[in-house]
């Protein structure tokens, strides 16, 4: 679908798109982020960044987190579920980091068994610096991944 980049467009949430994005967080994850985080975090959050990819007006991924002092912290990235596998991560991914370029560190944490999300944050330079023990709510570690300049 976004195989062809310049076909897909990268740009900033709008309140229009957080109640999309939200439906398809409680889509894709079973421990979804709370409905504030997508229609009020962004929004009233200084240090709070949110883009979508977008294809024909229809929502394919999305990426939020947090800049603070040339840190970025990526609470969530996802794609759709039957556009997973095309390269649409890794063009979010890719355009959130040349977006940030002044960054000094980026921080992530990923499932211990979402293997293709590390495969591409590692893709990208990321490492694994810790575990965090239990961090999920099925009791699932997660893996706390970073990449620096």
């Not at 002044?102 to 068994?113: A, G, I, N, P, T």
Request: hydrophobic share 40%; glycine share 4%; charged share 25%.
């Amino acid at each position: 679908i976004c195989r062809r980049q310049l076909m897909c467009l990268f740009r900033s949430m709008t309140r229009r798109d957080a109640e999309i994005v939200f439906d398809l967080e409680k889509d894709l994850f079973s421990d979804p982020w709370p409905r504030s985080s997508f229609l009020n975090e962004p929004f009233e959050n200084e240090a709070a960044f949110a883009y979508v990819a977008v294809k024909r007006n229809e929502i394919f991924g999305y990426i939020m987190g947090w800049d603070i002092e040339c840190e970025i912290h990526i609470s969530n990235i996802a794609v759709i579920k039957r556009s997973q596998g095309q390269g649409i991560g890794s063009f979010i991914l890719k355009k959130l980091l040349n977006l940030y370029s002044d960054y000094k560190s980026c921080f992530l944490e990923v499932r211990e068994s979402n293997q293709i999300a590390q495969k591409l944050y590692m893709k990208f330079g990321f490492d694994v610096i810790y575990i965090r023990k239990a961090y999920y709510s099925n009791g699932e570690n997660a893996l706390i991944m970073s990449k620096h300049k």
